[in-house]
DNA sequence: TCAAATTTGTTGCAATTGCAACATATTTTT
DNA sequence: AAAAATATGTTGCAATTGCAACAAATTTGA
C-alpha cells in the first residue's frame, strides 16, 4: 500500500475549506509536550501531519508501555479506545502539528464535493496503514521469547527494504518498553544474538546476519 | 461506539446494486474451513457477514498463536498484512458467510449515489472499531506476567458490561494460544487466582471477586 | 563547560514461566 | 455405544526472564 497523507490529491483552498467545513483544528506541540487524549471531546481523532510521538500507558506494577510509535500522517484517538481509565496518554517525541477532526461530523455530514469524499478516501487508507502497523505490533508481541522478539522486530523493520541494515528509532530503554520486556533482559539477549554471529551493532544500527 | 453492519442504511435493493457495482463476492464456508487470504487478488477485505472464525499463525518453532478472533461484522484481508510469508490464515470456527470487497474500488471508484457514500462511511466505522479491538489485543499482551494478562483479559470481557461475570468465548487451549502464553502454565496460574478468591470459575463461566 | 540527569552495560540471584510427561475428562467420529 | 481424538488438570524440573544494584558512558541543561 502506498504512501499517502490526509489531504493528498486535495488543493491548498479546498483544504483550507474543508477544515472549516468540519471544524477541524490544527495544534502544535513543543517535544515532550502531553497531546492530551481521554478529554473533552470523546470523538476526535488526531493526525500527526508534522512530528512524531509516542502512546504510553503506566501499568499499576510501574512498568512503562510503548503502545504505539506515531509518525507523520499517523492517526491516533479516544475512537480507538475502549479503555476509560485515563492511563492512556500521548507524548510528542519531536515537535509536532497535529490535526484534530471530530469523526461524527466526517460520517454523519453528507458529503457535497469531490473533496470530502476524497477527505474520507484518505482517511479511509490511512485507517488501513495504521491498522497494518498494529498487525505487526501484536506480530511481535506474540512472540514467545526476547530472542524471538527482538529478531521479529528487526525484521519487520527490514521489510520492504533492500538493506539487510536500518537504525532503532529509539533508545534502548523505550525499545524494552515498546516490546514489553525488561531492558536488562534485552541487553543481555542483544548480546547473545551478537556474540552468535546473528546480529551486527554500531551504535543504534543493527545488521542482520543471516 | 454503537454497533454497525456494512449495509447500514442501505436498503436491499441498493445493497444489491452494490455488490455488483463493487464486483463483490459472498462466498459461503463450513466450520473449520480455510477462508484462505494471502492469495489471488491482493486487494481484498473480507467482512464477516455471519459466523465466526480466527486468524492464526504458526510459529517456526511450532507454537499456534490466534493473531484475532473475528465475529460478525469483523473486517480482516491481506491489505491489512506487510507480512508476505504465508503463515498466517483464516479458519472459520463456525458456518461464515464472508463478503469479499476490492479495497481499490471502494477508495479510487468516484461515489456517485448517497448508497456509496454511506457504504464508505459504514466501512469507515468498522476499520474503527476493529482499530478498538486490536487495541484491546495489544493491551493485553504488554501485561508483563500471566496474571496480568489473564485479569485485564477478563476485565476487558467485562467492560461495558454491567455483569462481573462473563463467558470465554474459546477453549482454554485456544485462550492460552489468544494470551501468546504457554497452556499449562495459564491453567496453573488460573488456579491460584481462583485459591486466592480473585476469580470464581464454573466451566467457561467467570466471574470477577474483586 | 560543568554538574546533574539519564541511558547503557553488567551480573548474581530469585521468581516466573515453559516444557515434558502424564492421568483424567470431555467431545467427536464411526 | 465404543473408540478415537481432543481438551483439561497436574507436577517436577530446567530455562528464561525480571529485579536490584551497581559502574560507566552519554546527554541535557543551567
Redesign the interface.
Known amino acids: 500500500?502506498e504512501k499517502i497523507t490526509v489531504f493528498d490529491g486535495i488543493e491548498q483552498k479546498e483544504i483550507d475549506n474543508l477544515i472549516k467545513r468540519f471544524d477541524a483544528k490544527k495544534i502544535s506541540f513543543n517535544k515532550e509536550a502531553t497531546i492530551a487524549i481521554n478529554i473533552n471531546n470523546i470523538n476526535l481523532i488526531g493526525i500527526i501531519l508534522e512530528g512524531s510521538a509516542n502512546v504510553i500507558?503506566y501499568?499499576y506494577?510501574g512498568?512503562r508501555?510503548i503502545?504505539?510509535k506515531l509518525n507523520k500522517n499517523d492517526l491516533f484517538g479516544e475512537?480507538?479506545?475502549?479503555?476509560r481509565s485515563n492511563d492512556t496518554s500521548v507524548i510528542a517525541t519531536s515537535p509536532c502539528e497535529v490535526l484534530f477532526i471530530d469523526?461524527n461530523k466526517?460520517?454523519v455530514d453528507?458529503?457535497f464535493s469531490?473533496y470530502q469524499?476524497k477527505l474520507?478516501?484518505n482517511?479511509?487508507?490511512l485507517?488501513?496503514l495504521?491498522?497494518?502497523s498494529?498487525?505487526?505490533?501484536?506480530?511481535v508481541?506474540?512472540?514467545?521469547s526476547i530472542r524471538?522478539k527482538l529478531l521479529n522486530y528487526f525484521e519487520?523493520s527490514l521489510?520492504?527494504k533492500v538493506s539487510k541494515t536500518f537504525t532503532i528509532p529509539f533508545s534502548f530503554t523505550d525499545l524494552a518498553d515498546y516490546l514489553?520486556?525488561d531492558r536488562s533482559a534485552m541487553t543481555r539477549e542483544i548480546k547473545h544474538l551478537k556474540d552468535e554471529g546473528f546480529i551486527s551493532i554500531n551504535g543504534k544500527r543493527i545488521t542482520l546476519m543471516y
Chains 1, 2 share one sequence.
Open positions: 500500500m500507558r501499568e506494577s512498568n508501555s503502545v504505539e475512537v480507538f479506545t475502549s479503555d469523526y466526517l460520517i453528507n458529503k469531490e469524499n474520507v478516501d482517511i479511509l487508507k485507517l488501513a495504521k491498522i497494518v498494529m498487525n505487526e505490533r501484536i506480530e508481541l506474540t512472540k514467545r524471538d519487520i521489510r520492504d514489553s520486556i
